[in-house]
Each structure stands twice: as structure tokens, then as C-alpha cells.
């Protein structure tokens, strides 16, 4: 039996923890510096931007117009309902907002952070039942569901608050990675380093924005998440995203053995790692492989540069969605990598002996749980020499 | 002369092929053959439709003295049993010829045995005269020696020579049987005549049946004369193995039938529950054999194996329903282990291996070999006799006329049928589910993180693959049409032994 061709594989490398905290405390970045690495990231995250415009909107439609409505079956449309938006979205010529969906699911199944304490709050309780008291005396079958199980309402009202917060927080990021791309394009962005400063830059500033979220049920107004809540941007909603659509995830089936007997899936779900860094981007387009859904939008919204550079290499417009996942993989390494610049517990230049101890305990951290990734999209091999 | 033509396309086509200039690019060869061997595929066609489906015995026979002293008389005939044959044979030698790529060497000569075999296969099915089919069935043997042993794989001597002994042997004691019956009998007669007890007493018929049935049965090839098989299969280039698979197997059983069953009617009676034994032990090792195998092709030529052991089994029962199957499971037999054999050599082509402990995953989207896989299970649904696919209408045909003569051979042989279904999904469990590899698992985390990049199927490149799966799925939709041609030659067949005891009596009595 023959060797297997070498030209046939490729093994990215793979960089130990050691390595990956020394990068974060070294600001150097994670993704290898190169030209083509700025090129894939810039497109990549400009099509996400355009993807994640469309994903906020309609999640903050969602949340809006269609709250507590039983049977939501236009809610991709957001509230345009011409036969020729109903005709596209059968012939499925449109955005998959299930993708949207299925980040809001494992936020909200992951719950961690801020929000999700704020919704197990008495508070919360008490606006879910005004709410549910003024909309069941519009609504019989709301009337009839909620005295038999008083649970479920008050946990769609939790969905719907998640879902406006995740559109929220896209809509941030959607504009920062379409600046990103505007920025790139006038030379203010010019190397992986610039990406990731760009990138922590926006976060920062958007840090403390609150993350507030009202409903208007028979023309009176509720809140659902208070101003007075104290919900802001970063701790409460961006984190906890990172954690669970980055870092924890969901295994898909076809991907991962679902044998749980064999605890092969880990009964602690703080121990899963199925997000998007740990994704593997071959199995996409796949049966049951949700990110192949976001795949599939990038790949209409596809920058013609990077299009281009897809079409030259491995099978061109053949396997190009799984190309876009090995970029966007990359692109959410600069984004993980953003973020974990931003919220070191001190200065990366501050002397003192206590913050470079607790800078390096959180680095190690980090790169704890990263040393497990996908880095072998990072190309540590190939950075480039300064 | 509808049956010449059938002879003088492909050994005249192979003239220009040969005097063409040796600067000549392979493409324009492979053009050349891939014309004439249409031009054979239409002209089986027009004998086709010139065929008449309602009569039983021979047609369009052509008959020319050649060497009355030998008793060599050149006589073709064609019959329902032959007909579908003649009709496999052109549809996948034009099949191997268009699955032929990249060819590097010796083009001419590649392109001209190609001929040369389809031109001596169809000589074989239409000869009504022993030493004609015999002159034929031995042409082939030498072009298709050299085609494993030219344009083979790394241990392509060994398995080339190893198929000449096994087939030059199997030629010896086919052409000893036939001389022996002259000398026994006292005659130069060399027509395919019913050897009566009269004639020839049982004892002598019973050692000639045997040298046929020992002859033949390495061709099928039964076992224990089958080990030359997957050597040849897997050092053969894919379009020699479709050939092998698809054609040149099916020479073995139709000399069983039409020289084992039609010349000694009365001693294929006497032997048939032996016979039926020995197809019980073929299909089983076959089965056996095949889920053990780790290369696949291997796996595909030990399957072979088993699903011609099936027509051994049919043959022995010799009822209308069962020689009915024999038919089906020829072609059904061909279909199949052609598409697989073919779908196997793309593999090959695209991932450089064919080791089931090394491929995974194929079946990925973007980066596999979707389509080919998709091909892949539809294969080995229809060869594991799903219904609705070529290999469930025969497999029903060979049991159901088999158990009431045969009920343990056939219940024996039901098993090694389900066994197919075990071996197979073991195959596209392997290869073409799970996560994209192409590499023996060492690390299983890094190994998890390889980047696969095998090269793209092209559309051309699947097209003589997808032709035979609509074959395949059509054959298993719409058997009327194959059961029409075949139908009344197989019943005449099957009622020699009946027809021969009733002559056997009525001698006696008078």
C-alpha cells in the first residue's frame, strides 16, 4: 500500500500553553503576522459585519415585535410581508437567521455572566408577571397557558431578553468589523498587530454602553431589562458570548461521538469545548453543522479580494465555505485576542511585582484553555520576522 | 451476417490503432477506440432489436466449413443467454476505454488489447463450435496478461503471472475435456450437441463434466481455484478491473452453462447437489474473505467471489427460475462490481490509497468525494440486493428457483448474501463516514486537526460511474425487459436434463 501523498494534507502546527501565554503577555498577537492573514481577516469580518447587520436587526425584531406571539412564522421577515420577500425567502434567497438563533440558544443554555444572573432576579419576575397579566387579557391562549405552567412564559420573556441583548451586542460588533474593513481599506490598518488594536479599541469604547430592553405590550411600556438593572456591553453580554459561542459551544452531531454513557461529552458543561475556536471547519456544509448556515451567508457577501483568493486555491468555488471557516476561525482569534488584551486585570507595562503576577495567572488562564483550540489556523510558523 | 460485424469491429478497429504513428498523442488513441468500440456497442444494439425474444433456440447463426478435418467449423448463433452478454461486454469495454486516463505508456498497444479482448469475448458468447469458443476464450488470456503485467500496479509480475498459470490451466482442461469427448466418442464433431448415455457412458461424462467444471471454475472463479482473483484485481489498472469484474468472470459461468449444462445434461443432474455444496462454500468464503480485507478493492474482489458462487448454485438447480437468475446475476454481477471497481480506482486516484484503515470520511461536502460516495452506497445497496437495485431482482431469481431443489445450499447462500451487507458497510462505515482523513491515525489530536486537501472529482471523471449506477437502479426497477430477451432460452435450457432423460428411455425401449 502506497505512503499517503504529503501534497494532500497540511498540519498547521501547535502551539503549546507555554507559548500562547508568553504571545498574550508579550502583546504579541495570536495569529501569525502576515499579509495574507490581514487580507483574509479584513474580508472575512467585513462579510460577518454585513451578516451581523442583518442577524441584529432581525434578532431586535424578533424580540420586539414578535414577543410572546405563539406562532412567530414570519419572524424572518421583519415585518415585511410583500409576496416578493415571502417568494425569496422560500426559494431560500436570504440571510439564515436560524444561525442567529442557535448563538442566542447557547447563550442562553450556557448562562453565564450578568444577564443571565439578572434573569433569575425577583425583579424580573415581577416585571414577566405584569407583562404576562396585561398580555393574557388580549391573548385567551396565553390566559389558558400560563395559570397551567406558570414557567413558561416567564422563559420565553427569557429568550426574548436574550435575544435583543445578542442583537444588541452584533450590532455593535457589526459596525466595529465594517470600520474595520473602511480602515484596512484607507491604510489605518495594515497588519495583524493594527487588526487587534482596531478591534480591542471598538470593545473599549463600548465597554460600559447599557444593555437595556423594553417591550410594548397593548400600548403600555415594560421593561425588561431596566436601565436600573445595570447591564452594560462587555461584562454582561460580550463575555458571556465569548464563553458560549467562542469557547463552549455545542457539539454537533456528525462531529462528535453523542455516546454519553461513555461520558465522551462531558456531563459539566463548563468543561464543553465545541465553540467556534475548537470548531473543526471540515465537516461545514455537513448535515447538521450550524455554522455551515453562516458560511453560507459570508459566501454571499464575500469581499471580490478574498473571493478572488479563494478561487485560486485547494478546489476554488468547490470547498470555498470551508475556506471561509479556516478564515473565520483565524478572525475570531483576533477577536478572542482583542478581548483578552482588554480586560487584563492591569497594564501589560505596570513593574509591580502583584500585577505581573496576576496579568501572567490570567494569561496562563487563558492559554489553558487555548492551547486546546484550533490553533493550528493561527500558522504560528510563519510569522513574519520584524 | 448480423454476428460478424460483432467480430470485424474490434479486430479490424485495432488495425488503425496499431499503424497509427508512435508519436501519437494518447488522447487521439483513446478517441479512436472509444469510436469503434461505440460503433460495436450500436451493432450489438441493432442485434438487439433483430433478436426474437420468443424463440428459444439459436439465431442469426452463421455457419462456414473451415477445417473439416479438425472438426473446426466457424459457427456463431446467438440466443437469449448469450445476447445480454454480448450487450455487457460492449457496454463496459466502451466503459474501461472512457475510464482509461492519463495513460503514459504504450498507448496504442493499451487501446489495441482493449479491442482485442472486447472482439475475443464476443467470439467466445457467439461460437457454436467447441474449438472456435475455445480459440477465443484462450485470445483473451494473453492481451489481458498483458494488461496487468504492462500497465499494473507495483506487484503487477507476480499477479500477472500468477492469472496466466491459473487460466492457462483452466484452458488446458477445457480444450482436454473437448478432445477427450472426440476420442470417447469417436467423432469429429465439435457442435455443441447434448452428449447422451448412449453416446458416452456416465462414468467418462462424469470426468469430462468435472475437467469442465474445475476448467471454468477457476475462471468464475470458485473456490479454491479463486486466489489468482484478487491478486489480479488489485495490481490491475480500474478499467482492466471492470473488464475482469464485468466481462471476462462472466466467460466462466457461461461456459458452465452453455458447455457444462448444455453438453452433459444427463451428468449435471447427477452432480448438481454437490455443485450446489460447492457454491454454498464459494459464497461463504467469498463473504467471509471479504469482511477481513482492508484494501478495497481486494474487498470488492472477494465479493465477486461470493456473488458468482450464486450462480453455481443456480446452475446446479437448473429450473426455469433459477437459469432465469443465473442470467440476472450475470449482468446485475457485471453492473455492479464494474461500478465498484470503478468508484474504488477514483478513490485511488484522488487520495493515492486504497487502505480502509487509512481512509475516513469521504463523504465530506466540500472537501470529499461526496458524489463519489453517494455513488459508493448506492453500489453496495444494489450488491448487498436492496430491492429496488439490479442486485435484488437477481438474488430473488437464483433463491427463489434454488431452495425447493436446494433448500440448505440456498439458505447457506442467503447467509453469505446478508453477509454482503456486513462487509460493505464496513467499507462505507470506514471510508466515507466520519471526519475527513486520509492518513493512519497516529496522534488522534493532532490527526484531528489536519488539513485534508484531496484533489476534486471532476464531472467528466464520474460520468461512465454514473451511467452504470442509472444501469444498475434501472435494471432493479425495470427487470421485465432482460427477463423478456432471456426467458425462453433459459427455459429450453432447463428442460435438457428432462428432454434428455425422455430421449434416454424411449432408446432404451427401443
Not at chain 1, 204 to 212: G, H, M
Not at chain 2, 384 to 402: Q, T, W, Y
Request: glycine residues 8%; proline residues 6%; charged residues 15%.
Amino acid at each position: 500500500m502506497p505512503v499517503i501523498p504529503a501534497r494532500l494534507t497540511y498540519a498547521g502546527g501547535h502551539p503549546d500553553a507555554a507559548e500562547l501565554a508568553g504571545r498574550l503577555l508579550a502583546s504579541q498577537t495570536l495569529l501569525a503576522d502576515t499579509p495574507e492573514h490581514v487580507v483574509e481577516v479584513v474580508d472575512v469580518l467585513y462579510s460577518y459585519g454585513i451578516v451581523l447587520d442583518a442577524y441584529s436587526r432581525n434578532l431586535i425584531y424578533q424580540a420586539e415585535e414578535q414577543f410572546l406571539n405563539p406562532f412567530p412564522i414570519f419572524k424572518f421577515l421583519d415585518g415585511d410581508l410583500s409576496a416578493a420577500k415571502i417568494w425569496r425567502h422560500l426559494i431560500h434567497d436570504r440571510i439564515n437567521f436560524e444561525y442567529a438563533e442557535y448563538c442566542m440558544k447557547a447563550m442562553l443554555w450556557h448562562g453565564t455572566g450578568g444577564l443571565d444572573a439578572y434573569l433569575d432576579t425577583e425583579a424580573f419576575l415581577a416585571n414577566c408577571q405584569a407583562i404576562i397579566r396585561r398580555k393574557s387579557g388580549r391573548d385567551p391562549l396565553l390566559a389558558l397557558l400560563h395559570p397551567l405552567f406558570g414557567g413558561f412564559l416567564p422563559e420565553l420573556i427569557r429568550t426574548a431578553a436574550t435575544t435583543h441583548a445578542l442583537g444588541q451586542f452584533w450590532r455593535v460588533m457589526s459596525d466595529l468589523f465594517v470600520d474595520l474593513g473602511q480602515a484596512e481599506a484607507e491604510g489605518r490598518v495594515r497588519s495583524i498587530p493594527e487588526v487587534v488594536a482596531f478591534l480591542q479599541q471598538g470593545l473599549v469604547a463600548a465597554a460600559a454602553n447599557p444593555i437595556t430592553y423594553a417591550v410594548t405590550v397593548a400600548g403600555e411600556r415594560f421593561w425588561v431589562l431596566p436601565p436600573e438593572a445595570g447591564l452594560t456591553f462587555l461584562v454582561d453580554v460580550a463575555v458571556p458570548y465569548v464563553e458560549a459561542v467562542f469557547l463552549r459551544g455545542t457539539p454537533f452531531l456528525g462531529t462528535v461521538s453523542f455516546n454519553a454513557q461513555a461520558q465522551q461529552i462531558s456531563p459539566d458543561q463548563s468543561q464543553f469545548r465545541y465553540g467556534a475556536l475548537y470548531a473543526d471547519p471540515l465537516p461545514t456544509m455537513g448535515a447538521g453543522i450550524p455554522p455551515s448556515l453562516l458560511m453560507q451567508d459570508m459566501y454571499r457577501h464575500l469581499p471580490e479580494r478574498l473571493h478572488e483568493r479563494y478561487r485560486h486555491s485547494t478546489r476554488g468555488e468547490g470547498d470555498v465555505r470551508v475556506k471561509i471557516c479556516m478564515s473565520f476561525q483565524k478572525s475570531m482569534f483576533c477577536v478572542t485576542n482583542a478581548a483578552i488584551n482588554g480586560t487584563f486585570p492591569h497594564p501589560l507595562d505596570d513593574p509591580t511585582p502583584l500585577a505581573t503576577a496576576a496579568n501572567r495567572a490570567y494569561a496562563d488562564a487563558w492559554a489553558a484553555r487555548l492551547c486546546l483550540a484550533r490553533t493550528d489556523c493561527l500558522d504560528a510558523s510563519k510569522q513574519r520576522r520584524a | 451476417m448480423m454476428l460478424t460485424p460483432l467480430l470485424l469491429i474490434p479486430f479490424l478497429g485495432l488495425v488503425p490503432l496499431l499503424l497509427w504513428p508512435a508519436s501519437a498523442p494518447a488522447g487521439r488513441l483513446r478517441a479512436v477506440a472509444i469510436s469503434v468500440l461505440a460503433l460495436q456497442l450500436l451493432w450489438s444494439l441493432v442485434v438487439l432489436v433483430a433478436f426474437d425474444p420468443a424463440d428459444g433456440g439459436l439465431q442469426m447463426v452463421e455457419n462456414v466449413t473451415w477445417l473439416p478435418t479438425l472438426g473446426l467449423d466457424y459457427r456463431l448463433g446467438v440466443d437469449g443467454l448469450s445476447l445480454p452478454l454480448l450487450l455487457m461486454n460492449a457496454a463496459l469495454t466502451l466503459v474501461s476505454a472512457v475510464c482509461t486516463r492519463d495513460i503514459s505508456q504504450r498507448p496504442r498497444i493499451y487501446f489495441a488489447l482493449l479491442l482485442l479482448i472486447s472482439g475475443a469475448v464476443n467470439g467466445a458468447f457467439l461460437a457454436q463450435n467447441l474449438l472456435l469458443f475455445l480459440i477465443f476464450y484462450e485470445l483473451e488470456l494473453i492481451p489481458l496478461w498483458l494488461l496487468i503485467a504492462v500497465w499494473g500496479g507495483a506487484e503487477r509480475a507476480y499477479a500477472a503471472t500468477k492469472f496466466l498459470i491459473f487460466t492457462a490451466a483452466s484452458g488446458m482442461l477445457i480444450l482436454g475435456a473437448f478432445l477427450a469427448l472426440a476420442l470417447l466418442t469417436g467423432s469429429l464433431d465439435f457442435s455443441l450437441t447434448p452428449v447422451t448415455s448412449e453416446r458416452l457412458a456416465m462414468g467418462s461424462q462424469l470426468v469430462l463434466l468435472g475437467a469442465l467444471l474445475v476448467g471454468f471454475g477457476i475462471k468464475i472463479p470458485l473456490v479454491p481455484f479463486h486466489s489468482w482473483l484478487p491478486d489480479a484485481h488489485t495490481q490491475a489498472s480500474t478499467p482492466v478491473s471492470v473488464l475482469l469484474a464485468g466481462v471476462l468472470l462472466k466467460l466462466g459461468t457461461y461456459g458452465l452453462l452453455r458447455f457444462g449444462l448444455g453438453l452433459f445434461p444427463e451428468a449435471w443432474a447427477v452432480m448438481a447437489p454437490w455443485l450446489a455444496g460447492w457454491a454454498a462454500v464459494s459464497v461463504l468464503y467469498g463473504s467471509l474473505a471479504a469482511i477481513a480485507q482492508r484494501d478495497m478493492k481486494r474487498m470488492v474482489a472477494y465479493s465477486s467471489v461470493g456473488h458468482m458462487g450464486t450462480i453455481l448454485l443456480a446452475a446446479a438447480a437448473a429450473t426455469p427460475v433459477s437459469l432465469l437468475g443465473t442470467v440476472f446475476q450475470m449482468v446485475s454481477h457485471g453492473l455492479i462490481s464494474a461500478l465498484l471497481f470503478l468508484l474504488v480506482g477514483i478513490v485511488y486516484r484522488k487520495t493515492g490509497t486504497r487502505d480502509l484503515e487509512v481512509l475516513r470520511g469521504l463523504l465530506n461536502p466540500e472537501r470529499g468525494l461526496p458524489y463519489t460516495g453517494t455513488l459508493m452506497i448506492l453500489g453496495v445497496m444494489a450488491s448487498a440486493g436492496l430491492p429496488g437495485m439490479a442486485g435484488f431482482i437477481s438474488e430473488f431469481l437464483v433463491f427463489r428457483g434454488s431452495i425447493s431443489a436446494f433448500p440448505l445450499a440456498t439458505l447457506l447462500c442467503m447467509v453469505g448474501s446478508g453477509l454482503t451487507a456486513v462487509y460493505f458497510l464496513l467499507l462505507v462505515n470506514r471510508a466515507f463516514f466520519g471526519r475527513l482523513a486520509v492518513t493512519p491515525p497516529t496522534d488522534p489530536l493532532s490527526d484531528a486537526r489536519l488539513d485534508v486537501r484531496p484533489i476534486a472529482v471532476a464531472p467528466r471523471e464520474i460520468i461512465p460511474a454514473t451511467a452504470l449506477a442509472l444501469g444498475v437502479v434501472g435494471m432493479g426497477l425495470l427487470p421485465a425487459g432482460l427477463g423478456h430477451i432471456s426467458e425462453a432460452a433459459t427455459t429450453a435450457i432447463s428442460q435438457l436434463p428432462a428432454v434428455m432423460t425422455a430421449i434416454g428411455i424411449r432408446g432404451g425401449l427401443g
